[in-house]
């Protein structure tokens, strides 16, 4: 299955797009606090999948 990763700056819509995706029935995360995106940088560093911990979601912002 493919997954919809969006990246944006501040201000720009995301929150609208992930409101979107959760409406239509799309398993979505958006920032988490900050974990998603450190998750991501450790999942790499340690050689694992990048979305590991995530693998449900199919919209990643």
Same mark, same amino acid.
């Given at each position: %299955? =493919?997954?919809?990763?969006?990246v944006? @700056?501040?201000? $720009?819509? %995301?929150? =609208?797009?992930?409101? @979107? ?6 398993? =979505? &995360?958006?920032?988490?606090?900050? $974990? ?9 560093e340690?050689?694992?999948? &990048? &979305? =590991?911990? #995530?693998?449900?979601?199919? @919209? #990643?912002?």
């Amino acid at each position: %299955m =493919s997954k919809i990763f969006v990246v944006g @700056f501040h201000k $720009c819509g %995301m929150t =609208s797009l992930h409101k @979107f995706f959760e409406r239509s029935g799309v398993k =979505s &995360i958006q920032y988490d606090g900050g $974990c998603l995106g450190l998750r991501m940088y450790r999942n790499l560093e340690q050689g694992r999948p &990048i &979305i =590991s911990g #995530y693998e449900v979601l199919m @919209f #990643y912002d």
